[in-house]
């Protein structure tokens, strides 16, 4: 089965900074996702990452706080910037080779913010 | 919007049979997911109902009724490394975002 890795896997961040999360797959994908994962909470779709254009942004959630890239099929950021302690949470990418398939995710990233 | 409910927390004993419950409400529904989710770890794949009736997959099935909004999933001889979350998911009409539920954490017990 294909690899997604994501990278940092984990990472302690202070106050005000951005941090650049990656995903990578190890083959092409037609849909690529971001998502959020608060303490002992589900998972909720920050956006859908479209490959050369502009990110589509679910409600509560705006570019200028979580910019994305998705330069080509295989690869795709996620920033999370000027940083506060309400941001700690684990980030994870998920991605999709066709409709009706299922989604798999990446090992995320856990994030603390001090 | 969409309410997917499922229970917070279930105990079970090892080689039990234990059924983890999902209800949704949701209008152009496309399709019901179920993740596992050990502590620390992503989310795995485990099934997925699109028509009514049961699908089964060694010691998971799950089964959907879509006129009744419900779906579970069922986890035969229980073995403690199933300890983890159980995630259900529902996507809507013929778009690519899945809709998770609060998930249900699992504990086998000895």
């Known amino acids: 089965s294909a690899v997604i890795s994501q990278k940092p896997s984990r990472d302690i961040c202070q106050r005000g900074t951005s941090l650049t999360i990656q995903c990578q797959v190890d083959?092409?994908?037609?849909?690529m996702f971001w998502y959020r994962q608060q303490p002992g909470q589900s998972l909720t779709l920050i956006a859908t990452a479209n490959q050369g254009s502009e990110a589509t942004y679910e409600s509560g959630f705006v570019i200028d706080k979580f910019p994305i890239s998705r330069p080509n099929l295989t690869f795709s950021t996620l920033t999370v910037s000027n940083m506060s302690p309400e941001d700690s949470s684990i980030y994870l990418c998920s991605v999709k080779w066709g409709s009706n398939q299922p989604q798999h995710f990446g090992d995320g990233t856990r994030l603390s913010i001090l | 919007g969409q309410n997917i409910d499922q229970p917070t927390e279930m105990t079970a004993t090892e080689g039990a049979i234990v059924q983890i419950n999902c209800t949704y409400q949701?209008?152009?529904?496309?399709?019901l997911f179920w993740y596992q989710q050990h502590a620390g770890e992503a989310p795995t794949f485990l099934s997925y109902n699109v028509l009514d009736g049961l699908e089964e997959k060694g010691r998971f099935s799950s089964f959907l009724s879509r006129s009744k909004g419900y779906s579970y999933l069922l986890l035969k001889e229980l073995q403690m490394k199933d300890s983890a979350s159980y995630l259900c998911?529902?996507?809507?009409?013929?778009?690519?975002?899945?809709?998770f539920g609060g998930g249900t954490r699992l504990m086998v017990k000895p």
């Open positions: 949701t209008s152009g529904f496309n399709g």
């Open positions: 998911a529902v996507i809507k009409d013929a778009g690519n975002m899945l809709t």
């Open positions: 083959s092409q994908v037609t849909m």
